[in-house]
């Protein structure tokens, strides 16, 4: 009887959450691939001599490009809005992408942390902060 409940309880839980808990899945997903081209790309082309801010930025393309895609297929699931969504998705990732440009070099320089260890660091402020934009901003017409 009780173990019904729970299980009751813990479906309509699931039912009622299904885009937070997809948010996650696919923020996990996001995570590993997101943490892991920058610092795989900074690697990868160190002998290239590449200075980190540009690596930083083809990373940000890469990964801004893969979210978007997971987020709209996988998260929130929308259809159409394309270029809408993509634009607030945007919109989003550059301002941090900005900051980003400007708290890495002094995370590197002002505080002297490895280049990987500081991205991951700034990243993580990203991360907490990008379900609250993207489902009340970029994909808010499904949550509304």
Do not use: D
């Not at 990203?126 to 009340?136: A, E, N, P, Q």
Request: charged share 10%.
């Amino acid at each position: 009887m009780q173990r019904q409940y729970w299980k009751r309880r813990l479906r309509e839980g699931a039912l009622q959450h299904q885009v937070k808990i997809r948010f996650l899945l696919t923020l996990l997903l996001n995570t590993l691939i997101g943490l892991g081209i920058f610092p795989a790309l900074y690697y990868l082309l160190e002998s290239l001599q590449l200075h980190y801010l540009l690596i930083l930025t083809l990373s940000q393309v890469l990964s801004i490009c893969f979210a978007y895609s997971t987020n709209k297929f996988l998260t929130f699931k929308t259809k159409g809005n394309y270029i809408n969504e993509f634009m607030k998705f945007i919109t989003f990732h550059v301002s941090f992408f900005i900051i980003n440009l400007i708290m890495l070099p002094l995370l590197v320089v002002g505080f002297k942390l490895n280049p990987v260890i500081a991205q991951s660091l700034f990243a993580l402020v990203v991360i907490l902060s990008s379900y609250f934009w993207h489902s009340r901003i970029t994909f808010h017409h499904i949550n509304g």
